[in-house]
């Protein structure tokens, strides 16, 4: 038995050092929600102090509720049956006690019922559930679809939907993906029209929509006739209702307590969200967004069940007679997985500090339209560095939350490939991370953008304008080589003048600026605590020479896979 | 048809799973200044049944302890849990007490309150193990008495069906109300606490009060303040001096031994794991009649 929150001395330290005045400062707004609502803080420590009780009680339910269930949710997992989907026992019991908990609705706004809580925060608690469940996260996770209506829709739709979904009392999911469109979802294909009575109606087919059974979907949809691109797509609201079908669900490697269903809509009525033509290009962006965000933390929730269980077994095991975390290789491995952990954790939270600060500027821009001059420059500021930053945070924890799951089973030898240990299960679960919101290659063509467009060296300025970093002058160095070759391969891929360079070479970009942010972000927490300036020494020493190798390659201009990888390929 | 009313004992106790070396001073007894306390486990599961009750059919749940002014925690655990009111015992004068001055002060209390429906105790508490209480509430408040319930059947306005746990078997009960009720670990998993109800609830202080219990001053305001948990003393339910704490306690304790187990390296021998080997050592564990 143990409580996710308070045995996680990372997320304490993280809890205890971060400075959220910014980010209570929006989404409190001089707290003014105290003067109607019990539940709503006073000031700045108030708030402080609420987020801290939420986090253990998060993490009591995780640690000691929905973790005993997981084992047993993964094996017998949802099912589909007669045209319906019956979620795990172990599933129906922890979304029972999280709604009891009042844990189901925990970003929207108090008048909504919700509990206003920051992503930041958030986030912590989608990766202790993650750690618990990684199933249950996707359902849990997906009750971000009230906080798309609530930025999107009439105020008519957010009181008839955002308080149900609050109290728990309906479930979500977002419709997007058809047979057709995948990573493309200009190709949407779904049907919806609207009859003389003003009413919308969807008719057609969508595949691999996670909870594809909940009471309430967002579903992308083609209401323009004759076009065939982004532009001819809106977002629907849905309530389930006998027009739409269950045709079947899917069997998968992984989370298996998360139904992923094919369904079909068979003149069901929906209203839209929003305005037409805005469905992709705004709303779904912003919905997928959210669930990046979600997925970054999941994947790190993943990973830190699995590094446990992976340093639990090597204190145990013996062989040479002696234990086997004392072997290099051994001790390695988990150092390397527990510095992945943590960058992917700083990653996390500074991108989630970053949506936070965006998304309170925008509330705020919304509710004072007289200060809108004032707010502009800093809103398109944190959209921009929102939008590179989340990308970042999925693709990066993602892959290093694989690797870590990898190594995992590597450190238990053959036991960790049976399912009498859970690690098989934590990889088989984690594999999804890097696929599913967009792949890993399309994170990186959703940040390459800001990178080459010199975003993350603005950044770096940043950090190196509020950080002392000449009480660390030997990491300062490392900081500096990291950055310098990150802009000079930036700028020598530039004076290319063409896509294909930037194409081929996006990959070997991003992780570069992932070493140097990274790089700066742990020693930042460096300056705080001499542990973790340990740990940026670590990570910054294994970075440089990464970095510098991707210099090397792209200043060689060799692009000879570019010409021949036909050739090799098809041999 | 009234709302129904609910009341549960809840018990702080000394966290004996957490028990250290220090745990008992040197003559024999409990070190509770040592000991990290907790919510009694079996009151959690009283009040998980009361909350199932009060979630199918509305009601009110008033949660009462008689501890020191520290136990003021298990009633907060109980308002973030989903009670409705919290009323503290607490007085200098309940020092001491056993099982019957203990029954007696919480009958005075529940008098005071005045009516009720359903009383859930929780079978036993860890510190003392004596399932004695409950029962004497009842014995005392002149009510039925269902115990060692692990499931609730049925309930309506009127009625409760439980299914208790009998030395032979399983036993199906039905009674009306008023009804004491003692619920064992295996009647439920207790929810956790609400996250909004802690924030409500965090910085909610105890106010002693001699007036009668007074339903629209504790009636929940957005105003904060005006939440207490009500504090009584042993005058204000009043209860007869020569009943409640030590005066109130014929147990008395006459000694107290340390027994400390300790294995008898000398008859200490290897089981091969054979089946004759591991015959001979069942027949031996039924000699010693540690087997049935």
């Known amino acids: ?571 | 048809m009234g709302a129904l009313n609910i009341i549960v004992t809840v018990k702080q106790v000394p966290d004996t799973h957490n028990i250290s070396v220090d745990a008992m001073k040197e003559d024999g007894t409990v070190n509770r200044a040592l000991l990290p306390t907790i919510f009694n486990p079996e009151d959690l599961n009283a009040l998980e049944e009361a909350l199932k009750v009060k979630d199918q059919l509305g009601g009110k749940i008033t949660v009462i302890t008689m501890g020191p002014p520290k136990a003021i925690e298990v009633l907060k655990d109980s308002l973030y849990r989903g009670a409705d009111e919290a009323i503290l015992i607490s007085d200098r004068k309940f020092a001491g007490a056993d099982t019957l001055a203990t029954s007696y002060s919480l009958k005075c209390a529940i008098e005071k309150l005045g009516k009720y429906d359903i009383i859930f105790c929780g079978r036993q508490a860890i510190d003392g193990d004596t399932a004695q209480v409950g029962p004497q509430i009842a014995e005392k408040l002149k009510i039925n008495q269902i115990t060692n319930i692990i499931n609730v059947e049925e309930v309506t306005h009127e009625s409760i069906t439980l299914r208790r746990q009998t030395e032979y078997g399983q036993e199906i009960v039905k009674s009306r109300f008023p009804v004491l009720i003692t619920v064992t670990a295996e009647a439920n998993e207790p929810r956790f606490p609400s996250v909004k109800r802690v924030m409500m609830f965090k910085n909610i202080t105890k106010k002693e009060t001699e007036e009668s219990y007074d339903e629209t001053y504790l009636k929940i305001d957005t105003d904060r303040s005006k939440k207490y948990i009500t504090e009584w003393s042993a005058d204000s339910i009043g209860a007869d001096s020569i009943k409640i704490g030590l005066a109130g306690s014929p147990t008395k304790v006459k000694h107290i031994e340390k027994v400390v187990l300790t294995a008898n390296s000398k008859n200490m021998q290897d089981i091969p794991n054979t089946e004759v080997g591991i015959c001979a050592l069942i027949n031996e564990l039924k000699n010693e009649h540690i087997f049935g």
């Open chain 1, 1 to 571: 038995m143990s409580n996710f929150y308070n045995d996680n001395q990372d997320i304490i330290f993280h809890m205890e050092n971060m400075d959220l005045r910014r980010i209570v400062e929006l989404k409190e707004d001089n707290f003014t929600d105290s003067k109607t609502c019990r539940y709503s803080p006073l000031d700045y420590e108030d708030t402080r102090d609420n987020y801290k009780k939420l986090l253990e009680i998060m993490g009591d339910i995780t640690g000691n509720y929905i973790a005993p269930r997981a084992t047993e949710v993964d094996q017998l997992g949802a099912t589909y049956k007669d045209g319906e989907v019956a979620y795990a026992q172990g599933t129906k019991e922890a979304i029972d006690i999280l709604k009891k908990a009042d844990l189901m609705g925990m970003t929207l706004p108090r008048k909504y019922e919700g509990l206003n809580l920051p992503k930041t925060i958030y986030s912590m608690c989608i990766e202790m559930v993650s750690r618990a469940d990684a199933s249950l996260m996707n359902l849990v996770g997906l009750q971000d679809i009230a906080d798309t209506i609530c930025k999107f829709g009439s105020e008519d739709q957010k009181a008839r939907y955002l308080p149900r979904f609050a109290r728990g009392e309906v479930m979500g999911a977002m419709a997007l993906t058809e047979p057709d469109a995948g990573s493309d979802l200009q190709a949407v294909m779904l049907k919806a029209t609207q009859n003389p009575d003003g009413n919308w109606y969807l008719n057609g087919v969508k595949r691999f929509i996670t909870n594809g059974c909940a009471d309430v979907s967002l579903v992308l949809a083609r209401s323009e006739d004759k076009t065939t691109d982004g532009r001819g797509l809106s977002l629907f609201v849905y309530e389930r209702d006998k027009n739409m079908t269950i045709r079947r669900i899917e069997h998968k490697l992984g989370i298996h307590g998360s139904p992923t269903c094919e369904i079909q809509f068979n003149n069901a009525r929906c209203e839209l969200l929003g305005t037409r033509r805005m469905g992709l290009i705004k709303y779904t962006m912003s919905l997928m967004n959210g669930a990046r965000l979600g997925i970054a933390a999941q994947s790190l929730g993943i990973a830190e069940a699995a590094y446990r269980e992976a340093l639990k077994y090597a204190k145990e095991r013996n062989q040479f007679k002696k234990k086997i975390l004392n072997f290099t290789a051994v001790y390695e491995m988990l150092t390397d997985m527990k510095i992945g952990l943590e960058a992917s954790r700083t990653l996390l939270y500074e991108t989630s500090k970053i949506v936070d600060i965006k998304e309170g500027l925008e509330e705020r821009m919304e509710k004072y339209p007289e200060r809108k001059s004032d707010l502009r420059d800093e809103i398109s500021k944190y959209t921009k560095l929102a939008g590179l930053f989340t990308p970042l945070a999925k693709a990066h924890n993602a892959e290093i939350g694989n690797k870590i799951c990898y190594d995992a089973i590597q450190i238990h030898g053959g036991v960790g490939y049976t399912t009498e240990f859970s690690v098989e299960r934590h990889a088989r679960d984690q594999r999804i991370t890097n696929i599913y919101e967009g792949t890993t290659q399309m994170q990186i063509v959703a940040a390459i953008g800001g990178i080459t467009s010199g975003l993350v060296s603005e950044r770096l300025n940043e950090y190196e304008n509020d950080n002392d970093f000449t009480k660390m002058p030997d990491l300062f160095k490392s900081l500096q080589e990291l950055r310098t070759n990150l802009e000079l391969a930036v700028s020598h891929i530039k004076k290319r003048n063409d896509n294909l360079s930037i194409e081929f070479h996006a990959r070997r970009l991003t992780e570069m600026a992932l070493y140097t942010v990274n790089s700066y972000l742990l020693s930042i927490a460096g300056l705080k605590n001499d542990r973790k300036k340990q740990i940026a020494k670590i990570y910054t020493s294994k970075a440089l020479p990464d970095s510098r190798s991707r210099l090397e390659f792209i200043s060689s201009n060799d692009y000879s896979i570019v010409e021949l990888h036909e050739g090799i390929i098809n041999h």
